[in-house]
């Protein structure tokens, strides 16, 4: 089974992140995902990248994935920073 670390060092392995904070129970799971590698590009892009960096997994491994997907500048001004 997978786990919020896995899918944290799966993430970090294949995308420079600043933030990166994964939670789930091994079926679905929630990223926040902060990267300068997001800026210029739209949900849908930014999500590819992520998708890019999972690789196969996200068909084999990972059955649910919500991200949230922030530029550092976005992740600077969120008030999920603060909570």
Known sequence: MVSPQDIH????SGL???HLHV???GQ???ALIVSAEFEGKGRVARHQLVYAALGDRMRAEIH??????LTPAEWST???RQA
């Open 16 to 18: 420079a992140v600043e």
């Open 9 to 12: 060092r799966y993430i970090q």
């Open 23 to 25: 939670d789930g129970d």
């Open 64 to 69: 649910a994935l919500s991200m949230k997907t």
């Open 28 to 30: 679905h799971f929630e």
């Open 78 to 80: 969120s008030p999920a």
